[in-house]
């Protein structure tokens, strides 16, 4: 059973950054692509960002590009988000999520993390 475990969410006022990590269990952790996604109040799941098995390619909704990355270490099985000029549109529940296909569409996606919630303020 994969588990994956995020962390590094918090209160932020519009502006700062925080840089969210997504800790997984198992060993074959570089052999499935990773992406972000968020549910703020009231609102469907959207995607937010993926990357590649091997770090080498990474795409972005279009609402969080220029402003947030994503990375990956495979040595470490974490995959990490860091957001910069946040919004308070940001506010949401990010969740990280293993894919088996480098997609937007969270039905790629097997497991899911439990979400760590983003706040920010205006």
């Known amino acids: 059973q994969v588990q994956l475990v995020e962390s590094g969410g918090g209160l932020v006022q519009a502006g700062g950054s925080l840089r969210l990590s997504c800790a997984a269990s198992?060993?074959?952790?570089?052999?499935?692509?990773m992406g972000w996604f968020r549910q703020a109040p009231e609102k469907e799941r959207e995607f937010v960002s993926a990357?590649?098995?091997?770090?080498?390619?990474?795409n972005y909704a279009d609402s969080v590009k220029g402003r947030f990355t994503i990375s990956r270490d495979n040595a470490k099985n974490t995959v990490y988000l860091q957001m910069n000029s946040l919004k308070p549109e940001d506010t949401a529940v990010y969740y990280c999520?293993?894919?088996?296909?480098?997609?937007?569409?969270?039905?790629?996606?097997?497991?899911w993390g439990q979400g760590t919630q983003v706040t920010v303020s205006s």
């Open positions: 999520a293993r894919g088996t296909y480098y997609s937007t569409d969270e039905s790629d996606y097997d497991y």
């Open positions: 990357i590649s098995r091997s770090n080498t390619n990474t």
């Open positions: 198992g060993r074959t952790f570089s052999t499935y692509v």
